[in-house]
């Protein structure tokens, strides 16, 4: 038990398909992240929620988008996906808003493929 | 950028033997994390070093932060097939909201 579960495990969707990936953490952090995980590159940081306020982007292209309504929930809004955007997509949080410093707790993941 | 070199990129050793995974930075670093992950899971968090020459143990790991905070190491002592795993080590550098930088992990793979 992670305490961050996400869901779905898997998504399997067509470009042109509107799908969500959902976040919730149950550990009271005040951080939650967003990393898209490839196979034979790091773990790319893509969106950071400070206190439910974006406070990072990392030129994340605009069929992306992330919602965090409160501090336990964070979701990844997908839409007009490419081939290239299949991955493990991993969602994080830490206790305190200095997030580079802190422990972070991770999710299992979801595997998505783009057809 | 910030970025974070780990090597090797894969390690084949046979159980009993040691293992090391290097990481080097381009910038000082204020902390870094290293993380682990199993085949099919997800990153868990091992430990954070802060300071200069910073030397940490837990049980048969052994966590080094270098002298100028711009590399650290991990050493595994008599490798168990539960270690098997991906191993990441993950640098901040401080200040503004800039979040850990990964390095691309070292594979461990154990053969009994």
């Known amino acids: 038990e992670t305490g961050v579960t996400q869901t779905p495990r898997h998504l399997v969707m067509g470009m042109t398909n509107k799908k969500s990936l959902k976040c919730e953490q149950h550990?009271?952090?005040?951080?939650m992240y967003w990393y898209k995980q490839s196979a034979k590159k790091p773990l790319e940081l893509m969106f950071v929620?400070?206190?439910?306020?974006?406070?990072e982007n990392n030129s994340v292209p605009s069929r992306f988008s992330p919602e965090c309504p409160n501090s336990s929930h964070l979701f990844l809004h997908l839409h007009t996906l490419q081939p290239e955007d299949s991955a493990l997509y991993l969602c994080?949080?830490?206790?305190?808003?200095?997030?580079?410093?802190?422990?972070?707790?991770f999710g299992d993941g979801t595997r998505l493929s783009i057809l | 950028g910030q970025q974070v070199m780990q090597i090797p990129q894969y390690q084949h050793v046979q159980e009993g033997e040691d293992f090391t995974t290097y990481c080097n930075s381009s910038?000082?670093?204020?902390?870094i994390q290293w993380y682990k992950q199993r085949p099919g899971g997800h990153p868990v968090f091992l430990i954070q070093?802060?300071?200069?020459?910073e030397v940490k143990k837990q049980k048969r790991l052994t966590f080094q932060f270098g002298e100028a905070k711009k590399n650290s190491s991990l050493h595994i002592t008599a490798t168990q097939t539960t270690d098997v795993g991906t191993y990441f080590c993950?640098?901040?550098?401080?200040?503004?909201?800039?979040?850990?930088?990964f390095g691309k992990g070292t594979h461990l793979i154990i053969q009994p």
């Open positions: 910038t000082t670093l204020s902390n």
């Open positions: 070093l802060v300071k200069s020459g």
């Open positions: 993950a640098g901040y550098s401080g200040g503004g909201a800039d979040g850990l930088t």
């Open positions: 929620y400070s206190l439910e306020e974006r406070v």
């Open positions: 994080a949080s830490s206790q305190e808003p200095g997030h580079g410093n802190q422990p972070q707790h």
């Open positions: 550990l009271g952090h005040n951080a």
